[in-house]
DNA sequence: GTTATTGCAAATGATTTGCACAAGG
DNA sequence: CCTTGTGCAAATCATTTGCAATAAC
């Protein structure tokens, strides 16, 4: 885990007035050790492994403070639980490729997309804040080889596949 | 209305098996009559004008077979409702801006943005299915002369306003 | 001590579903 | 007829919230 978020998190929380608990230092450390999205239930059964006390409802409080303190960032792909993506610190503007055939999730950063969007939002009359793209493709490898790396990586791996809504 | 839609949906629901009703054509016909997104519930309401007895169910059902049948799309704007965008026979791959300060949402079609985006895919290894782009922005005309047309515009429609999740 | 935070259980709210009756083909 | 569609009410399910007890500071 990157050792700034504790400090950029306090820093919030200071300023906010609000306090350290056990229970924020713990969901914190889960949430950025790894690279991975979550939904909130998996992420509370993470936390229960850890401390079998910590309530769901503190598990949803504080992925909404670590929203609001710019921590984390919640991702929308299409499905009916909301997605938290903890990587936008390390990579501030990525976007997600969906595979529709195995439903892995690529990160991409694209300097050249990120450029046409803003020209789009300027020539439109606005400033750009934030923006999110989502790719829904097919798996090129499987079409022509009839299998697919990343189906297989994920397999292995054990990542969750995607759910429609 | 294009009159297309209804002949699609016509093709859609023979080939399915399925039926033409008095509530499908109705609800049809008020779901394309304006270019304007909406909610379930506000569809819901716009059909009770026309005919007190359609009920809820029935309209979640027809958009379902709407979205299904390819002639309506869901799109994300970060609320806790499920956003329908009836424009996409008619601007096949638009993309959608959110106004921060207004709440309005501009459409926009950028053939450059999708020939960028299109590259990354394929650098990936994928071949696109789809995409979308939700670009937040703010309004520059708020910010330099302290008003916004936008804002403006969207008062004196009466358009429904962004909220958050 | 004062105020924020927690766990619990109940509430919420959008969407879905089971079922008996209605209606399309 | 036979099957699909509808309306109703109940169910679902992720998320939020009220409240009394607990813990920061």
Redesign the pocket.
């Known amino acids: 885990m990157d050792s700034g978020i504790k400090e950029r998190l306090d820093e919030f929380?200071r300023r906010?007035?609000?306090?350290?608990?056990?229970?924020?230092e713990q969901?914190v450390d889960i949430v950025f050790s790894k690279d991975e999205h979550f939904?909130?239930?998996e992420l509370f059964g993470r936390v229960r492994k850890v401390?079998g006390?910590?309530?769901?409802?503190?598990?949803?409080?504080?992925?909404?403070?670590l929203v609001e303190a710019d921590l984390l960032r919640q991702i929308d792909l299409g499905e009916?639980?909301?997605?938290y993506d903890p990587n936008f610190l390390e990579k501030p503007s990525h976007n997600h490729l969906v595979c529709i055939d195995c439903g892995n999730i690529v990160e991409f950063e694209d300097g050249n997309v990120d450029i046409q969007t803003d020209c789009v939002t300027r020539r439109l009359g606005f400033r750009t804040i934030r923006q999110s793209i989502k790719i829904e493709a097919s798996c090129e490898q499987l079409r022509l080889n009839g299998r697919c790396q990343n189906l297989i990586d994920s397999r292995l791996s054990g990542k969750r596949l995607r759910r429609k809504?």
């Open positions: 929380i906010k007035g609000l306090r350290r608990t056990v229970q924020r969901i939904t909130a239930d401390d006390e910590t309530s769901r409802a503190t598990v949803y409080r504080t992925l909404a403070l009916s639980q909301i997605t809504r």
